[in-house]
């Protein structure tokens, strides 16, 4: 494969060989109902666009029969896009996150470019052989996008400042405007890191003093982006302001919170997995060349980097909400790999890989062991062998981070479906058939809507109006195993006819996509298991009822 690369242009098409190489690697598996997954994409990515494509009004997203005005809209609207054009499946509302994680990976090739005036395909290869972008690049999820436009508008504000040319600074504000749209406000909290960053470090204050006229235009084309669907939904909806201001006060916006430095720079570094040791050698390279008054491009990075941190000392975050910083580390790591020589590189790219592999090894074993896909995995373990050829025998980086990549992308997309995680009875669609079905006091099974093909009622025992929703309800309501009694018990209070229709064992995640295990197992369940090779017995239950109002 290293042929491959020295036989083409590698300067011409390197983002064209990454963008479809990503797209190859992101791709596999995204059809799958046992595919990796999160609340937050199957109770609200893909439930949001099919109500409200229930009800034929675009403007206004829906979601739980409310409208859904806590996040802008762009991603929704790509969604039912894909819902239209290719049906309601798994495929259609994935699509876009498979084309952000490739567009990602070739904002890092552009900012590399751009940069050191190199192809920058380490870059863009490192990006696709982060964990977070192999995760998110399968999930209908807001960070990915924004992360992608955030990241673009960087580059082409970059542009701007190295040609002062207009047409590069409305493309970047054409960018800004877009990461708004799919967020809200976040993208400009990195924008701004960058921003800055750069100015302080090239010493551009006097450039963008005298271009102000063009930074005036940008960002007259971002209002314009941004403005209208605000504006629109605070006169639509006069609640909009106070749904806003409660989603600010849920991520507790604006307080500080004691030891963030160093939880947001924890989280900072586990994004860009399994990279971090290279990272940080990449940080204080880039600040000791600095003092010797050399590299700029690299302190400018790595300045953008941690001044990205920043949020997370005002607010509550994931380590997704940081996605847009992914470029801004892998470029580090890239020159730095490419730039320096030494042991103690040769070490810590073998850290970083052997970590990864290490894992992905375990992985491999576990599923051997208790004989889910067995030839899936040690396809894993062969490639696996491939990237500790590459990395130790061959030492050739650029092989070594493609085939981490490839790695990855194997075990997330091709091994990891085949645990079962929201695995559900193949007939389920032909029973429901096209009764109401609803859901009781949780998201489970949180395939349900994909398979139905329309967004499944929420009912919660604790909401009066849900609970009025039940006493007329005419289908069937599902819950999880645990929530059955109760749920049995409002039923009698209501005096409305239920009967079991059927029930079924299955993993979900909770929380972290790898604790797929009931709640309550425990150390004896786990030994049980690992001693009779099943994975039975950990499943939680799923039972639905079929219910109906008791005849007058």
């Given at each position: 494969m290293s042929r491959f690369f020295e036989t083409i242009n590698i300067e011409r098409h390197g983002t064209a060989i990454i963008f479809f190489?990503?797209?190859?690697?992101?791709?596999?598996?995204?059809?799958?109902?046992?595919?990796?997954?999160g609340q937050d994409e199957y109770w609200l990515s893909f439930r949001t666009p099919m109500e409200t494509m229930e009800r034929g009004a675009w403007l206004t997203t829906w979601v739980n029969e409310e409208p859904r005005l806590k996040k802008p809209p762009l991603l929704y609207w790509a969604i039912l896009t894909g819902y239209k054009f290719f049906g309601i499946n798994l495929f259609a509302a994935r699509i876009w996150a498979v084309l952000a994680g490739a567009g990602l990976a070739v904002c890092s090739c552009l900012l590399y470019k751009r940069l050191f005036e190199k192809s920058g395909l380490l870059a863009g290869l490192m990006t696709l052989a982060t964990v977070a972008v192999a995760i998110e690049g399968r999930r209908a999820m807001l960070d990915l996008p924004l992360a992608f436009f955030t990241c673009m508008s960087v580059y082409f504000a970059l542009n701007w400042i190295g040609s002062g040319y207009l047409r590069w600074i409305l493309l970047a504000g054409l960018s800004l405007g877009l990461s708004f749209m799919t967020k809200g406000p976040l993208g400009f909290v990195f924008f701004g890191a960058a921003a800055i960053s750069a100015i302080l470090v090239f010493g551009k204050w006097r450039f963008a003093f005298s271009h102000r006229s063009q930074a005036a235009w940008a960002f007259v084309l971002l209002l314009a982006i941004c403005l209208p669907w605000p504006i629109l939904m605070a006169?639509?909806?006069?609640?909009?302001?106070?749904?806003?201001?409660?989603?600010?006060?849920?991520?507790?916006?604006?307080?500080?919170?004691?030891?963030?430095?160093?939880?947001?720079?924890?989280?900072?570094?586990?994004?860009?997995?399994?990279?971090s040791p290279v990272l940080v050698a990449a940080l204080i390279h880039s600040v000791y060349h600095a003092r010797q008054g050399k590299g700029r491009e690299n302190l400018w990075l790595a300045v953008w980097f941690l001044a990205s941190t920043l949020p997370c000392f005002i607010m509550q975050c994931f380590s997704r909400y940081m996605m847009p910083i992914?470029?801004?580390?892998?470029?580090?790591?890239?020159?730095?790999?490419?730039?320096?020589?030494?042991?103690?590189?040769?070490?810590?790219?073998?850290?970083?890989?052997?970590?990864?592999?290490?894992?992905?090894?375990?992985?491999?074993?576990?599923?051997?062991?208790?004989?889910?896909?067995?030839?899936?995995?040690?396809?894993?373990?062969?490639?696996?062998?491939?990237?500790?050829w590459t990395t130790f025998v061959r030492k050739d980086n650029r092989m070594a981070v493609l085939t981490v990549a490839i790695f990855i992308a194997f075990l997330i997309g091709g091994l990891y479906p085949s645990l079962g995680i929201n695995a559900m009875p193949v007939d389920l669609d032909r029973i429901v058939g096209f009764h109401q079905v609803a859901s009781f006091d949780s998201s489970q099974p949180s395939m349900l809507s994909m398979r139905l093909k329309r967004s499944v009622i929420r009912i919660r025992s604790f909401d009066k109006k849900d609970i009025r929703l039940l006493e007329h309800f005419d289908g069937f309501v599902f819950m999880r195993e645990t929530d059955a009694r109760g749920f049995e018990k409002l039923a009698g209070q209501l005096d409305i006819h239920?009967?079991?229709?059927?029930?079924?064992?299955?993993?979900?995640?909770?929380?972290?996509?790898?604790?797929?295990?009931?709640?309550?197992?425990?150390?004896?369940?786990?030994?049980?298991?690992?001693?009779?090779?099943?994975?039975?017995?950990?499943?939680?239950?799923?039972?639905?009822?079929?219910?109906?109002?008791?005849?007058?």
């Amino acid at each position: 494969m290293s042929r491959f690369f020295e036989t083409i242009n590698i300067e011409r098409h390197g983002t064209a060989i990454i963008f479809f190489l990503g797209v190859a690697l992101l791709l596999p598996c995204i059809w799958c109902e046992t595919s990796i997954t999160g609340q937050d994409e199957y109770w609200l990515s893909f439930r949001t666009p099919m109500e409200t494509m229930e009800r034929g009004a675009w403007l206004t997203t829906w979601v739980n029969e409310e409208p859904r005005l806590k996040k802008p809209p762009l991603l929704y609207w790509a969604i039912l896009t894909g819902y239209k054009f290719f049906g309601i499946n798994l495929f259609a509302a994935r699509i876009w996150a498979v084309l952000a994680g490739a567009g990602l990976a070739v904002c890092s090739c552009l900012l590399y470019k751009r940069l050191f005036e190199k192809s920058g395909l380490l870059a863009g290869l490192m990006t696709l052989a982060t964990v977070a972008v192999a995760i998110e690049g399968r999930r209908a999820m807001l960070d990915l996008p924004l992360a992608f436009f955030t990241c673009m508008s960087v580059y082409f504000a970059l542009n701007w400042i190295g040609s002062g040319y207009l047409r590069w600074i409305l493309l970047a504000g054409l960018s800004l405007g877009l990461s708004f749209m799919t967020k809200g406000p976040l993208g400009f909290v990195f924008f701004g890191a960058a921003a800055i960053s750069a100015i302080l470090v090239f010493g551009k204050w006097r450039f963008a003093f005298s271009h102000r006229s063009q930074a005036a235009w940008a960002f007259v084309l971002l209002l314009a982006i941004c403005l209208p669907w605000p504006i629109l939904m605070a006169f639509k909806w006069p609640e909009y302001i106070s749904i806003i201001h409660g989603e600010m006060a849920e991520r507790s916006l604006g307080t500080v919170h004691f030891g963030s430095p160093v939880s947001a720079l924890g989280k900072a570094l586990v994004l860009v997995l399994p990279w971090s040791p290279v990272l940080v050698a990449a940080l204080i390279h880039s600040v000791y060349h600095a003092r010797q008054g050399k590299g700029r491009e690299n302190l400018w990075l790595a300045v953008w980097f941690l001044a990205s941190t920043l949020p997370c000392f005002i607010m509550q975050c994931f380590s997704r909400y940081m996605m847009p910083i992914i470029p801004a580390a892998c470029v580090l790591c890239a020159y730095w790999i490419e730039e320096t020589d030494g042991k103690w590189k040769t070490r810590l790219i073998g850290i970083s890989i052997g970590l990864i592999v290490f894992a992905g090894i375990f992985f491999c074993l576990f599923f051997i062991w208790f004989g889910l896909d067995s030839l899936m995995a040690l396809l894993c373990l062969l490639i696996a062998g491939l990237v500790i050829w590459t990395t130790f025998v061959r030492k050739d980086n650029r092989m070594a981070v493609l085939t981490v990549a490839i790695f990855i992308a194997f075990l997330i997309g091709g091994l990891y479906p085949s645990l079962g995680i929201n695995a559900m009875p193949v007939d389920l669609d032909r029973i429901v058939g096209f009764h109401q079905v609803a859901s009781f006091d949780s998201s489970q099974p949180s395939m349900l809507s994909m398979r139905l093909k329309r967004s499944v009622i929420r009912i919660r025992s604790f909401d009066k109006k849900d609970i009025r929703l039940l006493e007329h309800f005419d289908g069937f309501v599902f819950m999880r195993e645990t929530d059955a009694r109760g749920f049995e018990k409002l039923a009698g209070q209501l005096d409305i006819h239920y009967v079991m229709a059927g029930q079924f064992k299955t993993f979900w995640s909770r929380q972290a996509w790898l604790r797929f295990a009931r709640k309550d197992a425990d150390y004896d369940d786990w030994k049980e298991a690992i001693r009779t090779r099943s994975l039975a017995n950990l499943k939680s239950g799923i039972c639905y009822y079929r219910v109906r109002p008791q005849p007058d």
